[in-house]
């Protein structure tokens, strides 16, 4: 069966990589570095809903064309925007937004494979997603006091659960561009490799994790964002009804038997 979503999308294309369940969705709008418009956001919540429907994939990557991730909002059609009745404006940047909810609360896990520029919105596209890998080459940010605006697309909510709260006030009021060194030193990528190891690196990563028990996995993204929330008392209780649910299904017994088997687990996601 062809799994290929239909959608005309030509600023975001999304392929399969081998035959683990590795679905890669690329920014390409070259010549403004993958800049993030509505035409963007909207391709990218169509593939990130076609991909939760899909139990066939196991992980996802994103990554951007041309030797960036995303320099985030397009500044060419800034001054059409700053126009809008704040009513339109608002509507608008929430219905964009709603895209970042969707990969963050995405059942599969995504890695973001940040070749080059990562900024402003793409760095909210970055943190939405689990894993960061970034080349050497990458510059990371969130200048958006330089242009007399605040974060957005859940920059605000994001950062500070990365890289702590004092870390995301420094970027942010600083509007500071860093290096992918400095962006792996305070956590915000867990790993930099040189630029013709990215994709290399990424897709070795995701044939990894693609062979882990895709409801383990969902949960365990799940708990994790819970985590961020609730006290101790409350994660316990959580976690031993998940654990429950998860010891009655198929995958937690073959893993168990292929323990026991000193073989491999053959994870089915049942």
């Not at 689990?130 to 605040?150: E, I, K, N, Q």
């Not at 990563?205 to 996995?217: D, K, N, T, V, Y």
């Amino acid at each position: 069966m062809d799994t290929t979503p239909t959608l005309p999308s030509p600023s975001v294309h999304y392929e399969r990589i081998g035959d683990r369940g590795i679905a890669l969705l690329t920014l390409d709008r070259q010549q403004t570095r993958n800049a993030l418009g509505p035409a963007e956001w909207h391709a990218l919540g169509r593939h990130i809903s076609f991909i939760a429907a899909d139990q066939t994939v196991r992980v996802v990557i994103i990554t951007g064309a041309g030797g960036a991730f995303s320099s985030g909002g397009d500044l060419r059609t800034m001054p059409a925007r700053l126009e809008l009745p704040p009513a339109e404006r608002h509507n608008r940047l929430l219905s964009d937004a709603s895209v970042i909810r969707a990969i963050y609360e995405l059942g599969q896990p995504v890695i973001a494979a940040i070749p080059g520029a990562c900024v402003g919105a793409g760095l909210a596209l970055a943190l939405a997603c689990d894993l960061r890998l970034c080349s050497s080459t990458a510059r990371l940010g969130a200048p958006f006091h330089r242009v007399g605006l605040t974060g957005d697309f859940g920059l605000l909510w994001l950062l500070p659960r990365v890289v702590g709260p004092a870390r995301a006030a420094e970027l942010l009021y600083t509007a500071a561009l860093i290096d992918a060194q400095r962006a792996e030193a305070m956590g915000l990528v867990h790993r930099v490799v040189a630029p013709e190891q990215l994709m290399p690196a990424a897709i070795e990563l995701a044939e990894q994790m693609a062979q882990g028990p895709p409801l383990a996995q969902a949960m365990t993204k799940r708990g994790l964002r819970r985590a961020l929330e609730c006290d101790l008392a409350a994660m316990l209780e959580w976690e031993a009804q998940a654990q429950a649910i998860l010891s009655r299904t198929d995958d937690a017994r073959e893993g168990v038997t292929a323990f026991l088997e000193h073989r491999p687990p053959q994870f089915q996601g049942r």
